[in-house]
């Protein structure tokens, strides 16, 4: 008997119509509930002003909906917009990709422009609208701290990261071609973005940081907080250090290899240098403490005195010329630090230990969010842009944290986009009730207990 053939390589035919109000994003609720009882839209709202049509809050939750779904785009508000299941979860529609365009051009203001030099790094100051998101951000923080009492333990992981852009109004930066070149203050403990600054390519890492690293410990709850740095050498600043020690937050840094640094460096005998590892590629990474004495501008008894941490890099069987300068195989780096309690080794691993945090907060924002594809040739709509991808990543965290299973805790968003996020669901009406129906299994195994244990938190609104 002949088979009979089906058209098409699927074996069943797809067909438009469908009319009843379903949604593939069903596991989203659990975001929108997050939003709504840490006050996401209420705190919005207040300081993010009125406008016609959907509110300040409702944009915002639209924003991060589509940054958490994937979406990387304006024009993929599209898509959520034409979803009747998500509009019933909402209890509004998304945004027309046009609403959303102007909605992110408010965050612009043309006036803060007005003191661009010609040449030569420019940070214009925060509009109203955009420091609005950032209280938006501190009330996240704050329902953090008090739901999930990390401890008093702080440590402020600061590092910038370029976006390579095409836009004719991207400056070009240090690496020779057109980019951004945000700078984010991460809470290491956590997972949490404190702080950040959306920055032109050209804009050097090391610019006003001290700056941002005190407003992201402003954006701390009150209390006594134990604050240590971790910094590249974008922060190996006098300045810098000396406000950081002053206010007894314990630092390490990435030291420039000046040459009088590299000079005390190569004096150091063979039995000063200690082992430390042997990398994939055999090299051998062995550290020092370095006796040395920075010059500055103005010398006083009164500066205090800090220590340094040589790192040298060489082939198993690399060797030194008489001098102790490198012979093209030999690399040397340094860390400067006024933590004196730690033993060498545990100092270099600690401060290493930013590349786990701040550096995955630079991947997961560029790669997994929206960070990587900036929507706009203002200023200010990118900015606020960034500010909206950051606070998407840190209401995840804070999702996993406090109410997903705990083998979901480090899960990035294309997992929780594949396991949470994305389910089907169909909105029903009983009893004059309406309710999002799901697979049993999803309800009781996923959707329910992260719920159950949202309701049974303390979450602060205002």
Request: aromatic letters at 8%; charged letters at 25%.
């Amino acid at each position: 008997m002949r088979r009979k053939e089906v058209s098409g390589v699927l074996g069943v035919e797809l067909a438009p119509g469908l009319e009843e109000a379903t949604t593939p994003y069903a596991g989203v609720s659990l975001l929108i509930e997050l939003m709504r009882r840490c006050g996401v839209d209420s705190v919005s709202n207040r300081v993010l002003g009125v406008k016609k049509g959907l509110s300040a809050g409702q944009m915002v939750e639209c924003f991060v909906l589509l940054s958490a779904l994937g979406g990387e785009c304006l024009e993929d508000f599209a898509i959520l917009r034409q979803d009747r299941g998500l509009e019933a979860l909402l209890g509004y529609r998304p945004p027309a990709v046009e609403t959303a365009r102007q909605y992110l051009d408010r965050f612009h203001d043309e006036k803060l422009l007005e003191g661009r030099p010609e040449q030569g790094a420019f940070v214009p100051m925060e509009p109203s609208g955009l420091a609005g998101l950032g209280v938006v951000n501190g009330q996240l923080i704050r329902n953090y701290v008090g739901v999930m009492a990390p401890g008093k333990e702080v440590t402020l992981d600061v590092d910038a990261h370029l976006v390579p852009m095409t836009k004719q109004e991207a400056l070009v930066c240090y690496e020779g071609y057109p980019a951004y070149q945000p700078l984010l203050v991460g809470w290491a403990e956590t997972g949490l973005v404190l702080a950040d600054e959306f920055r032109d390519g050209n804009v050097p890492a090391g610019h006003g940081i001290g700056e941002l690293v005190d407003r992201a410990y402003e954006g701390l709850p009150d209390g006594e907080w134990q604050v240590k740095v971790r910094s590249d050498s974008a922060a190996y600043q006098w300045d810098v250090l000396d406000h950081w020690n002053d206010r007894k937050w314990q630092f390490a840094v990435s030291a420039d290899m000046s040459q009088q640094l590299r000079a005390e460096i190569g004096k150091l005998q063979a039995e000063d240098w200690h082992y430390w590892a042997r990398e994939a590629d055999g090299k051998v990474r062995e550290w020092a403490e370095v006796a040395y004495l920075s010059s500055r501008k103005v010398e006083s008894k009164a500066v205090p005195v800090y220590r340094y941490v040589a790192v040298r890099v060489r082939p198993a069987q690399g060797l030194l010329i008489d001098d102790g300068t490198d012979t093209g195989q030999v690399r040397h780096f340094a860390v400067v630090t006024n933590r004196w309690e730690l033993g060498g080794e545990e100092l270099l691993k600690w401060h290493r230990g930013k590349a786990g945090t701040i550096e995955h907060v630079h991947r997961v924002i560029k790669d997994e969010l929206a960070g990587g594809v900036y929507p706009s040739g203002k200023f200010g709509a990118n900015a606020a842009w960034l500010r909206l991808q950051l606070l998407t990543y840190n209401l995840l965290e804070l999702l996993k944290a406090a109410a997903l299973p705990p083998e979901m805790r480090h899960a990035r968003p294309k997992r929780l986009r594949f396991v949470v996020f994305t389910h089907m669901g169909k909105l029903v009406s009983h009893a004059g009730q309406r309710m999002m129906k799901v697979a049993r299994a999803l309800f009781e195994g996923l959707l329910g207990p992260p719920r159950a244990r949202m309701r049974h938190l303390y979450w602060s609104s205002a």
